[in-house]
Structure formats: C-alpha cells, structure tokens
C-alpha cells in the first residue's frame, strides 16, 4: 500500500498563489506517476497535473500555464503550484500514485481549496 498526506489547501482571493503538498510513504517502489486531482461540487473528479517518475509532465488545458507540478523523488514528495487562481479552481484537490506493477491508484484524503471573487 502507499499513504499519500496533502496539506497546503485554504482561502484565496482570484489572482492569489497556493502550494499543495503531498508526502507519500509505504511502497513507494512501486510507484510510477503521481498527479493532482480535483473534484468541484456536483462535477466529477479530474486530472489537474501528473509527473512520471522521470519527471515528464501533463496538464490540464484549463491549468497550462498558471499551475507546476514537481516530484522531489528523494523526499517521495509531489507539490503543485498554483498561480494566478480562478473561482473556478474551486474544488477539493486530490493526490494520487499510481503503480503499474501492481495495477492500482492511491488517494489522499483531499484539501479544499477556495478561491473567492
């Protein structure tokens, strides 16, 4: 199993910065990419950001440009950046480590992040 703990949600104002962190632990060997996700009220869950193990990137097209997502491989840490926040960034925001040897997804427990207009 791999534990995966965010921290970094809260209250910001449209135009303001917010850093997500998310520590994971457990089989770490077995994981390949980790990402963010989100989930706004009565929407489903959606890809933000992932990073492979070697650092390849995708992101959102709703994202590009004002979110970064990075991989500290020696801390089996993945934080996102977010610049530049919209109202409609509003959601709680999910980690997740996905391990292909043992084909499964990990979750965190979620943070909430608000941005107001």
């Known amino acids: 199993q791999v534990q995966l703990v965010e921290s970094g949600g809260g209250l910001v104002q449209a135009g303001g910065s917010l850093t997500l962190s998310c520590a994971a632990s457990?089989?770490?060997?077995?994981?390949?990419?980790m990402g963010w996700y989100r989930q706004a009220p009565g929407k489903q869950r959606e890809l933000v950001a992932r990073v492979s193990s070697v650092g390849t990137t995708n992101y959102a097209d709703s994202v590009k440009g004002r979110f970064t997502i990075s991989r500290d491989n020696a801390k089996n840490m993945v934080t996102l950046q977010m610049n530049s926040l919209k109202p409609e960034d509003t959601a709680v925001y999910y980690c997740?480590?996905?391990?292909?040897?043992?084909?499964?997804?990990?979750w965190g427990q979620g943070v909430l992040v608000t941005v107001s207009s």
């Open positions: 457990g089989r770490i060997f077995s994981v390949n990419s």
């Open positions: 997740n480590a996905r391990s292909l040897s043992i084909n499964m997804d990990f």
